[in-house]
């Protein structure tokens, strides 16, 4: 390679004193590499073997890795791909240096998680060139997630239900803590379990959402309170390995959720026929098409009590029948009317 078509090692990082992970276990094949790196201002840290390349890498988390690929015992490949399982280091770039130079051992390469390779012999200035080129695009990743905490953060401390969902999988990767609540009380769900009801409407209005419709909203109900999921955007998300979107796989999804409760529902029940707080509650489930037994179980009461109940709320509404009663109601009360669903 023609060494004036190679460009300077980028400035913007040399005042940042950022660090280099040299492994190679021949001290001597690296040594002039390692000598230009200290001169253009990096800080350059070596190991000699696969399992110190593993510790120092978890340790110091360097900017860049540089990483002979044919090494005893744990070779190049396989050091890759531990420190691509660990979310602390998966988002360190891997430059492997190799002498392999056919195919199959630079797709092996690029298959354990290296973002690039050099051959040997090395070459100092060919090495921070390509090491410049991924330095920016970690900074760019990094910054691109600190976005992203902020953002979390910030739906943290205004109280907002949210929650991410993996698509290939559909792994519940993060949630707010009222998210959290929310689905242990209306799904019975923890995370990284994903409601099955959840997951179901996601995979079914994927379409919508990748062609940019917003696609119906789920609602969950459970009894005058509702859990509305809203799909909101598609988000990128590198702070871990797990979370780093493979190409062709889709990527994570942000639902907001809302809880929303019948109070007012019951209120005018209430106040239009003169009901008691449990008497508008009993008028309620009647008109959702609850038996005495179902309505007794959701108030905690027993069918002979919700059937006083109800005795008490024909004669107030001048009806003989359940039927007539919920359909005085909803004539009655027009936050009855509307449906909500899926």
């Avoid at 110190?52 to 340790?59: D, M, N």
């Avoid at 799904?187 to 696609?215: I, N």
Wanted: net charge negative; glycine share 8%; charged share 25%.
């Amino acid at each position: 390679m023609n060494r004036l078509s190679l460009p300077e090692p980028p400035r913007e990082h040399l005042s940042a004193a950022l660090v280099v992970l040299i492994v190679d276990d021949v001290p001597d094949n690296v040594a002039p590499l390692h000598d230009a790196l200290d001169e253009a201002g990096y800080t350059v840290l070596v190991a000699l073997d696969g399992e110190a390349a593993i510790r120092r890498a978890t340790q110091a988390l360097p900017d860049v890795i540089l990483l002979d690929a044919v090494m005893p015992g744990i070779d190049g490949f396989e050091v890759a791909r531990r420190l691509k399982a660990d979310p602390a280091t998966a988002q360190i770039p891997i430059i492997f240096m190799t002498g392999l130079t056919e195919t199959e051992h630079l797709v092996a390469a690029l298959d354990a998680g290296g973002a690039d390779y050099v051959t040997k012999p090395i070459k100092p200035r060919e090495v921070m060139a390509r090491m410049g080129v991924h330095l920016r695009s970690a900074r760019h990743a990094r910054q691109g997630a600190v976005e992203r905490r902020q953002a979390r953060y910030a739906l943290d401390a205004f109280g907002y239900a949210t929650i991410t969902v993996r698509e290939r999988d559909g792994r519940l990767m993060w949630q707010t803590p009222l998210a959290r609540d929310l689905l242990q009380r209306y799904c019975g769900t923890v995370a990284p379990d994903t409601p099955p009801e959840v997951l179901q409407w996601l995979r079914r209005h994927l379409g919508d959402a990748q062609a940019q419709r917003e696609p119906p909203r789920l609602t969950l109900e459970q009894g005058p309170r509702r859990l509305t999921f809203r799909l909101h955007q598609r988000v990128g998300d590198q702070d871990g390995a797990e979370a780093v979107e493979a190409p062709g796989e889709g990527g994570d999804w942000l639902i907001v959720m809302q809880e929303t409760s019948d109070a007012a529902v019951l209120e005018a029940l209430a106040q239009s026929f003169g009901l008691t707080a449990r008497e508008a509650e009993v008028l309620y489930w009647v008109v959702k098409g609850k038996i005495n037994r179902d309505i007794g179980d959701i108030l905690g009461s027993s069918p002979a009590t919700v059937k006083k109940h109800l005795e008490r709320i024909h004669a107030k509404l001048g009806v003989e029948t359940r039927t007539a009663a919920a359909a005085m109601a909803i004539n009655r009360v027009p936050l009855l009317q509307p449906s909500h669903g899926a």
